[in-house]
């Protein structure tokens, strides 16, 4: 017998295994599917029907016609589920694209009844009872796939439900995606090795990815490693090379070929497919954050902003007092800063210096400034600035910069013209998404940081937001700043 990975050849192939796991998946989806349309429906009835709301008018309760509406509608719900891709293996787990596609299809269930309605007039259902249905529906289908997402990630975590993930070139590009894959612990990815031309067989170009061969053999290693998933870096290799690599896969019908772009910093930001005149052409997004999670983003932003500065008016007025008190000049600094479309803007800052303070500098200090953007003792700051930067109260009147969609509450760290150029490749992506009060360079240390690791906190954040990191840097934000680590 044959014996790959130490597993015999009498064991189920790794392909059979997880399409079996795939069908238990869709399985428990269309039950969980099926028990929320029929819960829905239920307490849309109960509460139209015998709650007793004043905002009800009196209607004709008939049990037994409500009863068949809802099992006739309940499998026409699955199957606008299925028609809208809620169960095809492409969007399970999407997130918001997923939350995006139960919204339509639950509108259209809706849409069509009350096509129905109006043209059979005997068929008379009640508009309470539509709204509340209509109105569940979205909420426990999106709540359910909430819960699913999140129970696939924990069996995730204990190696099941992923792919075995082989990357055709260690170039830097496939370094690039390769450091993303696995930065995404619920992705289901799994890095088996790279397969590359050009550095040894044994190296590893990431620690514990190493190269398994070169491309003339790379079928024995999908073989070998019962590879689910095959991602092509295509910039590491000729198109001729490319092509019979491509045509080599076609013979495994179970292995999931994915081609990168060559663009990997700019499609970052994400993309869209377009045809034009049958030609698909990959059109970049002009901003990162987009859909339902640009609109939750957007709530939280102006509603928390709006609420702390209505807040914390009468600290404004204390603080404000002390920077007069402590030293000559004005209380707000302006200070220019490249933001979303690097469009320019002044961030809104608490003075924490003294005027003309450059001159307090020695040339070693303006070194060390010029160097790092940062001084651990600089002369100039004041000592209210001191307190103030400590606890990063500084930074508060920037929650006028968020009203104003100038900031996030949220984001990367903003900086000047003259730092983007620390960003190097990356600049691009920076200058997709609205600089923020706060961020991962805020929870991970602040000042303490160096650009390279600023850079690659900003990226993360971009590469991966959701409205869910946001909630969760916000709460990481507090103890932060109340043990005024890294900040100076």
Do not use: C
């Amino acid at each position: 017998m044959a014996v790959y990975e130490g597993i015999t050849a009498d064991v189920k192939p790794r392909s059979v295994v997880r399409r079996a796991g795939r069908r238990l998946l869709i399985g428990q989806l269309v039950l969980t599917d099926m028990l929320v349309v029929l819960v829905s429906f239920t307490i849309a009835y109960t509460v139209r029907f015998q709650s007793d709301l004043p905002i009800f008018n009196e209607g004709w309760v008939r049990p037994e016609f409500y009863a068949t509406v809802v099992v006739a509608l309940a499998p026409v719900y699955l199957a606008l589920f299925w028609v809208y891709g809620l169960y095809s293996p492409v969007n399970l787990l999407g997130g918001a694209t997923e939350y995006a596609r139960m919204f339509n299809a639950v509108t259209t269930g809706m849409l069509l009844v009350i096509v129905v309605s109006f043209l059979f007039p005997e068929f008379i259902v009640a508009r309470g009872f539509l709204l509340l249905s209509w109105a569940l529906l979205v909420v426990l289908g999106m709540t359910s796939r909430f819960l699913m997402r999140r129970a696939v990630y924990a069996q995730r975590r204990s190696g099941r439900f992923v792919d075995r993930t082989l990357i055709i070139g260690a170039n830097p590009e496939g370094i690039a995606i390769t450091e993303q894959l696995l930065s995404a612990k619920t992705s289901g990815v799994q890095i088996v090795g790279f397969i590359d031309d050009y550095l040894p067989i044994g190296s590893e170009p990431i620690p514990g990815v190493p190269v398994l061969d070169n491309s003339l053999s790379f079928a024995t290693q999908v073989k070998q490693h019962g590879i689910d998933t095959v991602v092509i870096a295509n910039t590491s290799m000729m198109r001729d090379r490319l092509l019979s690599v491509y045509s080599t896969l076609d013979t495994f019908q179970d292995v999931e070929v994915r081609l990168a772009s060559g663009l990997f910093e700019l499609l970052t930001t994400g993309v869209r497919v377009r045809e034009e005149g049958f030609v698909p052409l990959i059109v970049l997004n002009k901003t990162r954050i987009i859909g339902v999670h640009l609109i939750l983003k957007t709530l939280l932003d102006y509603t928390l902003a709006a609420l702390t500065l209505l807040a914390l008016m009468p600290l404004f007025l204390v603080v404000a007092y002390l920077i007069k008190r402590d030293s000559p000049g004005p209380v707000i600094y302006r200070r220019r800063v490249v933001g979303q479309g690097r469009r320019e803007f002044d961030a809104f800052k608490l003075r924490t210096m003294h005027l003309h303070g450059d001159r307090l500098l020695t040339p070693e200090q303006k070194q060390e400034l010029e160097t790092h953007g940062k001084l651990k003792d600089d002369p100039r700051i004041t000592k209210i600035g001191a307190f103030l930067r400590k606890y990063s109260l500084d930074e508060l009147p920037q929650l006028v910069n968020v009203l104003r969609g100038e900031m996030s509450l949220i984001g990367p760290r903003m900086i000047t013209r003259q730092e983007l150029e620390k960003f190097g490749k990356w600049q691009h992506n920076l200058s997709t998404v609205k600089p923020g009060l706060t961020g991962l360079w805020q929870v991970s240390g602040r000042s303490d940081l160096s650009y390279e690791d600023r850079v690659r906190l900003d990226m993360h954040y971009i590469r991966n937001h959701t409205i869910w990191l946001d909630l969760q840097i916000l709460f990481m934000t507090i103890p932060a700043l109340l043990t005024g680590r890294g900040a100076y």
